[in-house]
């Protein structure tokens, strides 16, 4: 396996994935989304937009960059071993990355919902 192949494979099976998760995050997401901003789904689509476009830049953006990292390849089994090390490396970022969209969403999400606090009843 030459690395031409290697870096083909890379870049197919990450860029997959890469749209695979977007699909999901997007599906998934938008139920949350829509509950956040009331009544208001364009809005929510919106968001959802923009959140998906700056996945995809980033990830993207990472896998084009880690392309030229990593060993050589020089027999089938080298080639695998970078293969899988690459690959995993990219669906670690993309799991950090989830977690960290939807903490942040959680964040929003809580001070959004929490109610402002109330005066005690002896100030009204």
Known sequence: MSMVTTHISY???SVGVTIWVARTLRKHGMIYLSDKTDSKPEVAESFS?????????INLGFESLALKYGGVATDTVSAIELLSTKIGFVLLCLGAMHFITVAVL??????????????PAYLR
Do not use: Q, W
Not at 49 to 57: A, S
Not at 106 to 119: H, I, L, N
């Open 106 to 119: 959680t964040k929003s999400r809580r001070t959004a919902v929490t109610p402002p606090p109330t005066a």
């Open 49 to 57: 937009n923009l959140l998906i476009v700056g996945f995809y830049l």
């Open 11 to 13: 870049l197919v099976i």
